[in-house]
């Protein structure tokens, strides 16, 4: 029988970890409820039987730009056109409300379907991984608060304000780094994320169900910008994902550096005309395939 599409909410998070552990994806449930809370009315889910088998995600920042994640197909009902299906539900509910671009962060398997609906590659990255137990140090890296002056950094249980009031000093920066205003979205990520502040550069680390995640890291001074990953990694043991869309030899050289080794290829693509203007070299890491 076709899968009913009907509006995912909360209630399916349980769920819908059970797809991403099949996928062997990294998504926490804290990261699909805060998806969820975001675009409320944007994500959809495919149903057989009352059996959650398929999940799509869309994230709008004003009606400028929309991202399509978390596309996701029970293994046992794939090539079915559930996945079509949700792609074309979210489409058509972001074309409802007259978002600009779309775009989405392709695995190699996803690539062909999202071809086949239109979308266009702008580009190949890597994500890059970091595995080893490599201790790592960064004198100037510290727990404090205050002005941006120097190195500091905030934990999900540091003070919620003073993350988003130093995230509101980078708003220009992170504009011109991704072609748009998404200070509400990053607000919402600083939450879930150890941050990191610098005068010229901000970054962020949070859980992942499998790998911690770095990212965002935005800055336009590379010393500031690598001062911002060395801390970041260095306050963790495990293992952590990077998704690097610049892939510089500074920025490379600074990968290598901390042991990370390039794991997974994935192709930034876009439905139609690309309305915004992201400068890329500004994005040390990306915030989330799902999220762009």
Request: hydrophobic share 40%; charged share 20%; with cysteine.
């Amino acid at each position: 029988m076709p899968a009913a599409i009907e509006a995912l909410t909360s209630s399916d998070v349980p769920a819908a970890m059970q797809l991403v552990s099949a996928a062997g994806w990294n998504q926490t449930p804290s990261d699909w409820e805060r998806v969820i809370d975001y675009q409320t009315r944007g994500c959809f889910k495919a149903q057989i039987d009352g059996r959650l088998v398929g999940t799509v995600t869309t994230t709008c920042y004003q009606q400028e730009l929309a991202w399509i994640g978390m596309m996701l197909v029970d293994p046992s009902f794939r090539r079915q056109g559930i996945g079509r299906g949700l792609m074309e539900r979210s489409i058509e509910f972001l074309r409802a409300n007259q978002m600009a671009t779309i775009k989405l962060d392709a695995t190699p398997a996803g690539r062909p379907l999202y071809e086949q609906l239109g979308f266009v590659a702008q580009f190949d990255f890597q994500r890059w991984q970091r595995s080893a137990q490599v201790p790592l140090v960064d004198q100037d890296a510290t727990l404090t608060e205050g002005q941006l002056t120097g190195a500091q950094v905030t934990t999900p249980q540091a003070t919620l304000g003073y993350a988003a009031e130093a995230l509101r000093q980078f708003r220009e920066l992170d504009k011109a780094a991704f072609g748009l205003d998404r200070s509400e979205w990053l607000e919402r990520m600083a939450a879930a994320s150890q941050c990191q502040f610098r005068p010229l550069a901000f970054g962020m680390l949070r859980p992942g169900r499998i790998a911690s995640y770095l990212g965002p890291v935005v800055g336009e001074d590379d010393e500031q910008v690598a001062s911002i990953v060395r801390a970041l990694v260095n306050a963790q043991s495990g293992t952590i994902f990077w998704d690097m869309v610049c892939s510089s030899s500074d920025k490379i050289q600074l990968a290598r550096e901390l042991a990370f080794e390039p794991v997974r290829q994935l192709t930034r693509m876009v439905l139609g005309e690309d309305h915004t203007r992201p400068n890329v070299d500004l994005q040390t890491a990306i915030c989330d395939p799902a999220t762009g």
